[in-house]
Structure formats: structure tokens, C-alpha cells
């Protein structure tokens, strides 16, 4: 199936305005919208143009950082404005990536569901955070 996307603008500025399943309504829709000064223009896609295997399971990854404060690694994120991104699921579901910053050592802390459950993810990078925490305690 094809479809036709209507833009507008350069770079920053380039944005899609509509969809459509037919070359004539996004004609018309930019007959009826265009402007001297930025005018509309037509793409044309195929959709479902790329085939995958069956098999892949996609789901959504979650990613939270901790940062070393007095001998703990502490919270650095915002649970309200973490926004998952998708990935494909395979039996790992936490990953934690030590790194160093400017201010010392830090974590990522990466939790991958099946769907997307933000309070369960939160649950879940505390418990590992937890478990970070009591191994360092072990090892001071």
C-alpha cells in the first residue's frame, strides 16, 4: 500500500502536516493549504516495505541513572519524563552499565518489559539500585 505524506518546511522546520491513502487528497489538502512563502510537498512511501521474522518480540526499555553521593549511588532521574523506548525482548531484562562522570562513578540502570508499565520499571531499577548499594557497603 502506498501512502502520501504531507510536508512542510527545511531542517529544523520540516515537519509532516497529513497522511493520506490517495495522491489526490493530499493535493487537494495542499491546494486548499499552501502558502507563498512555504509551500507543501508530496512523499510518497510504500508501507510495510520492510519484512521482519516472525519471531521478533519487541517490547519497551526503560532507561535510569544513579549517581555515587556520600558513599551511596542516588536517584538522577525524573519518573514523570522517562520515556521508554522500544527494543527487541531477549531473556536479559535488567542490564546495568557502570560508567564515570565528572562527578565519579554512575550507573544505568536499563529494565526491559513486555509492556509498558512505568511504575513496575521504577520498582524494578530501585530493587537493582538497592542491590548496588548493599554490594558497595560490602565492599568499603
Do not use: Q
Not at 50 to 75: F, Q, R
Not at 97 to 103: Q, R, V
Request: hydrophobic letters at 35%; one cysteine or more.
Amino acid at each position: 500500500m502506498t501512502v502520501f505524506i504531507v510536508t512542510r518546511g527545511e531542517y529544523s522546520d520540516y515537519h509532516i502536516e497529513a497522511v493520506f491513502s490517495n495522491r489526490e487528497d493530499a493535493i487537494k489538502y495542499c491546494a486548499l493549504h499552501n502558502d507563498d512563502y512555504e509551500p507543501c510537498e508530496i512523499e510518497e512511501y510504500e508501507m510495510d516495505e520492510y519484512s521482519y521474522d516472525g519471531n521478533v518480540k519487541v517490547g519497551y526499555e526503560y532507561e535510569y541513572y544513579a549517581s555515587l553521593i556520600h558513599g551511596n549511588y542516588e536517584e538522577r532521574w525524573d519518573w514523570d519524563s522517562e520515556k521508554p523506548s522500544y527494543t527487541v525482548l531477549s531473556d536479559k531484562r535488567v542490564r546495568v552499565k557502570k560508567e564515570e562522570n565528572s562527578f565519579g562513578p554512575a550507573f544505568s540502570i536499563f529494565v526491559i518489559l513486555d509492556e509498558r508499565n512505568d511504575e513496575k520499571a521504577v520498582k524494578i531499577a530501585r530493587d537493582r539500585l538497592a542491590m548496588i548499594n548493599a554490594a558497595n557497603k560490602l565492599i568499603d
